[in-house]
């Protein structure tokens, strides 16, 4: 028989795939305690609500998002030490990896993060923050793409709000981080330039996760993350007014 943290953690666990496999659409607290091998009543015990639950499965997501930031943050990028130096205690990564829907990467969700010379400092969108912010973009939605449903959850505040698992602890890292790199380009209202350049992101992140920028155009999400970037982060801004 489990201890209570294995059975809690379990629980954790095979919500975390059944979700991944099943979208919110087939996700049940039943048919998470019948994987976990516990009583259909067990993860009331833990979870008081099924909110609850999701909220942890969510955190396990911010997890395996921030694991990623990081591992693709060029060397010595700040978001690499800001994001690292705020991870939750006790937030487990899946390491489940769907299949990716699609064909060409390219069409979808460029999957060359971190490795292409693009992205090491040979860029379209210019000096070195830039660059990195475009790593990180390129990242987020490649994420998006592998585990849409994962991504719909960790942003509906409509369904986790009041859980109780404090889930702003583990976003607004994220967005620090990538406003910190924003002010290193020089732009001016940085914190306005950062809203909108993680507004114009995920809207495209949101996209991919759904296959619906091949509708849509039939352009790299690499070249679109770039005229993101490059619209809200201009190299020579005009005089202010």
Partial sequence: MMAGEDVKAALVRHATLLLDEQ???GFT??????????????PRRYFPTLAALLSAV????????????????????????????????????STHKPAVAGGDSRAGG?????????AGGD??????PRVALLVLARTYVEFARERP?????????????GS??????????????????????GVRETGLAAVDLWAGVHGLAVLASRRALQLITGEAVEDLLE???RAHLPQNPGPEV
């Fill in 227 to 229: 005229r993101q970037i």
């Fill in 23 to 25: 979208g919110l659409a």
């Fill in 110 to 118: 460029d999957s060359r993060a971190g490795g292409d010379s693009r």
């Fill in 29 to 42: 607290g039943r048919e998470v305690a019948r994987r976990a091998g516990v009583s259909h009543g067990a």
């Fill in 164 to 185: 109780g698992e404090r889930l702003r602890e583990h976003s607004t890292p994220l967005f620090g981080a990538v406003a910190e790199l924003v002010a290193l380009t």
């Fill in 123 to 128: 860029s379209r969108v210019g000096g070195e």
């Fill in 58 to 93: 969510a955190a396990t997501g911010f997890a395996d998002l921030r694991a990623r930031l990081v591992a693709a943050a060029p060397a010595g990028a700040a978001t690499s030490n800001e994001v690292s130096a705020h991870n939750a205690p006790g937030s487990e990564v």
């Fill in 149 to 161: 449903a994962m991504f719909e959850l960790m942003f509906r505040h409509d369904l986790l709000e």
